[in-house]
């Protein structure tokens, strides 16, 4: 089996390499991005290199930063190079497509307060220009975890396709899988063109499970950056529903999405849900203009939803025409008290086809055809 020692110093020697690099020009655009491995080596653990980030903002981008603390000039240190034992200057994973990354970050030293900071840290991120901080750090740090933005991306496009998360997190396996088969692949070929006759080689594709450089992440953890996802984009979400208008409107409860929000309980492992339904509101053009969960289909419970929305039309110069509901005599005086006692309300069609074919019967249900 392949020595995993022989790949760690392997590794080591890289980042000191691009280390070095950096030192000799700091400012250079090469380290705007992820550093790509090279693709061939002169021995296997050079053709297994991570990914590789480097991100000194004080130097790359000629800044000067104080201490959130004591507001003194932080000096930049030691950097997070150390891969051969278990230390606070290893590198961090991050998760990535096609192999994972390694952020190689710097300490910053308070001579003040005697303490220190990483480079990637919220007190560090939340001081640099937002310029380098959002556009120009491709990295999502959570607290035990990292990913590109770019997995990200990946992400939170797939979810919104309907992918669930287990799927999303075999997909990325399966990248990983195919990234590292292609780097056997070469170290086998290179093997063959150095030799005229075929080799013994050493390359094993289940090796691929023990290797942490190619680790993937669970679907809980792809669930908790996608709502830490959520969580930042929030205000551009609830601005561009706040800017979205309509002169039709149409109100349902859908119990699908409801059941599976919840928690799984610690003592017995049982999942508890926390909502019965979502209730949704589209306009005319399909859009959503209001949401919320509830815990049942009483009124009170998306009153306050409604009355922002009519708000928000009124504000806009909108009056909705109609407004299609499951259960229009049942409910019509509570949306009128809230857009207006001359307001149309009306049974939407599907219920209103429900109604029908529950109410003819099977043999009856000929003459229907007709109607179409």
């Known amino acids: 089996m392949y020595p995993a020692f022989v790949k760690i110093a392997a590794v080591g020697k890289y980042i000191q390499h691009i280390l070095d690099e950096f030192s000799k020009n700091p400012t250079s655009g090469t380290f705007d ?41 932080l000096e930049p240190a030691l950097w997070t190079n150390l891969v051969e034992t278990k230390s606070p200057r290893n590198p961090r ?81 399966t990248l990983h899988f195919k990234d590292y088969c292609r780097r ?30 190619f680790a993937y992440p669970s679907n809980d953890l ?27 409107l149409s109100f349902d409860h859908t119990f699908k999405m409801s059941k599976h929000i919840g928690i799984v309980r610690d003592n017995d492992a049982k999942f508890v849900g926390q909502f019965s339904n979502l209730f949704v509101g589209l306009n005319e053009n399909k859009e959503i203009v209001t949401w919320c969960l509830t815990r049942s289909t009483k009124f009170e419970h998306i009153e306050n939803n409604l009355k922002e929305l009519k708000g928000r039309l009124d504000k806009a110069g909108v009056t909705a025409r109609a407004i299609f509901v499951d259960d229009c005599c049942k409910v019509r005086g509570k949306y009128q008290s809230v857009f207006g006692a001359e307001q149309v309300v009306k049974l939407d069609l599907f ?11 099977i043999k009856g249900r000929k003459c229907l055809k007709s109607c179409q």
């Not at 056997?184 to 450089?213: V, W």
């Not at 219920?351 to 019967?361: E, G, L, M, P």
């Open 351 to 361: 219920h209103a086809v429900q109604r029908i074919t529950s109410t003819v019967r």
């Open 222 to 248: 792809l669930m908790r950056i996608f709502l830490e996802d959520f969580q930042d984009k929030k205000v551009f979400y609830e601005n561009e529903l706040k800017k979205t208008t309509a002169t039709i």
């Open 33 to 73: 991005n992820i550093i790509n491995p090279k693709l061939c080596g002169n021995e296997k653990a050079e053709f297994f290199l991570p990914k590789i980030f480097i991100w000194c903002p004080i130097t790359h981008y000629s800044l000067k930063l104080h201490c959130p603390e004591h507001n003194t000039v």
């Open 184 to 213: 056997g692949n070469r170290y086998i070929t290179s093997l063959l063109h150095e030799n005229s006759h075929p080799l013994q080689h050493d390359f094993k594709a289940e090796n691929f499970f023990n290797d942490a450089l």
């Open 93 to 173: 994973l991050v998760y990535d497509l096609n192999g994972n990354v390694l952020l190689v970050q710097r300490f910053y030293f308070c001579r003040y307060g005697k303490h220190r900071y990483l480079s990637s840290s919220p007190e560090i991120l939340r001081i640099i220009p937002n310029l380098y901080s959002a556009e120009c750090f491709p990295i999502k740090v959570l607290y035990r975890s990292a990913f590109s933005k770019q997995a990200v991306d990946y992400v939170t496009s797939q979810v919104s396709q309907g992918v669930n998360f287990l799927q999303i997190s075999e997909a990325i396996a």
